[in-house]
C-alpha cells in the first residue's frame, strides 16, 4: 500500500493561522512583530527564498523590512548594518541570507545577530541551548520537520530515528530536537559505510545530505516516516528531493513530498519564531 503523504502547504497553512492569531493579539497591545532580512549580492536562489519571506509576513499582517547590499558590500559595513536593527526595538527578528559572498566571514556574520532576535537558529547560544532544550528559537527547517511529524500524529517516543546528514542547520539540530521527544536516534551522513543497514532499522528517517534521490525505496523499513528535506534541480530542471520519492512511497507509511513537504514549514516556523520575540519582547 502507498504511503500517507505528508502535504507540508496545507500543515503550512494551518500552522500560520495559528500564529496570525498570536501576532493579531499583539497588534492589538500595540505590538506589531517585525522581521528584517538582509541580502548581500545577486544569488536568484537567495533572492527567491527572500521574496518568500516578505511574501509571508505580509499574509500575517507583520512588519518586514528588506535591505539588500550590493555585492560588494565590506563585512564592516555589513555588521553595522546588523547591529542598528539588533538597536531597533521594532525590529523583532533579523537574519542574513545565507550564503554571503566569500569577502565575508558568515560566522562574524551569524554572531553578531542578537540571540534574542536570531529567529533563524545559528547563534552559537541558541545551537547550544538545542542540547539541554533551553534554545530560545529552534533551527527553522528541523523544527518544521518536527511540526509535520506532530501535524501527521506519527509518535516519536520509543521510536528509532536515523538522521541522514549532519549539518549545523539541518541534520545536528534535527537529532537533538528528537531526542528531546525521547526518540532512539543515529546520525549517519552520505559517507556511512552501509548506510542501508541502518536506514532500513528506521521508524523515522530524515534525509538531509543534498545527494538527489540518495535513498532509494529498498532502503526503507515497511511503514516508515520518511521526511526528505532535501531540494535539488535535476538536468531537465525538475526539482527532487534526497530519497528517491517514486520507489520510497510504495514501502514507507508516510513520505514528504519534493516540492510541497518540509519547504513551506521553514518559513512558516521563521513566522512562528519571530512572532515569538516579539510576544517576549512585549512582555
Not at 551522513?189 to 530524515?206: C, M, N
Not at 526539482?239 to 513551506?264: H, N, Q, R, Y
Request: hydrophobic content about 45%.
Amino acid at each position: 500500500m502507498a504511503a500517507q503523504i505528508i502535504d507540508g502547504k496545507t500543515i503550512a497553512r494551518q500552522v500560520r493561522a495559528e500564529w496570525k492569531v498570536r501576532a493579531d493579539a499583539l497588534k492589538a497591545r500595540g505590538v506589531t512583530p517585525g522581521l528584517a532580512v538582509i541580502i548581500v549580492g545577486e544569488d536568484p536562489a537567495s533572492r527567491v527564498y527572500v521574496a518568500n519571506k516578505v511574501k509571508a509576513c505580509a499574509e500575517l499582517g507583520l512588519h518586514s523590512e528588506h535591505i539588500a547590499l550590493p555585492a560588494d558590500t565590506s563585512e564592516a559595513t555589513l555588521l553595522a548594518k546588523i547591529a542598528e536593527l539588533n538597536a531597533n526595538p521594532k525590529i523583532h527578528g533579523l537574519l542574513v541570507q545565507l550564503p554571503v559572498p566569500k569577502h565575508i566571514d558568515s560566522n562574524k556574520v551569524t554572531e553578531a545577530i542578537s540571540p534574542d532576535k536570531d529567529v533563524d537558529g545559528f547563534h552559537q547560544m541558541n545551537v547550544g541551548a538545542l542540547v539541554t532544550g533551553n534554545t530560545r528559537f529552534p533551527p527553522c527547517t528541523p523544527y518544521g520537520a518536527m511540526k509535520l511529524l506532530e501535524e501527521s500524529g506519527i509518535g516519536i517516543e520509543g521510536k528509532h530515528a536515523v538522521v541522514v546528514g549532519r549539518s549545523n542547520i539541518v541534520g545536528k539540530p534535527m537529532a537533538l530536537m528528537l531526542l528531546q521527544q525521547n526518540a532512539t536516534v543515529t546520525i549517519c551522513t552520505s559517507k556511512t559505510a552501509d548506510l542501508a543497514k541502518f536506514t532500513r532499522d528506521a521508524d523515522i528517517l530524515v534525509v538531509a545530505t543534498g545527494k538527489p534521490k540518495m535513498v532509494t525505496g529498498d532502503m526503507v523499513k515497511p511503514g516508515a516516516a520518511v521526511i526528505d528535506v532535501g531540494i535539488n534541480r535535476l538536468p531537465d530542471g525538475k526539482l527532487c528531493g534526497d530519497v528517491d520519492f517514486d520507489s520510497a512511497k510504495e514501502v514507507a507509511g508516510w513520505i514528504t513530498p519534493v516540492p510541497g513537504g518540509v519547504g513551506p514549514m521553514t518559513i512558516t516556523m521563521l513566522m512562528a519564531n519571530t512572532v515569538q520575540a516579539a510576544e517576549r519582547a512585549a512582555n
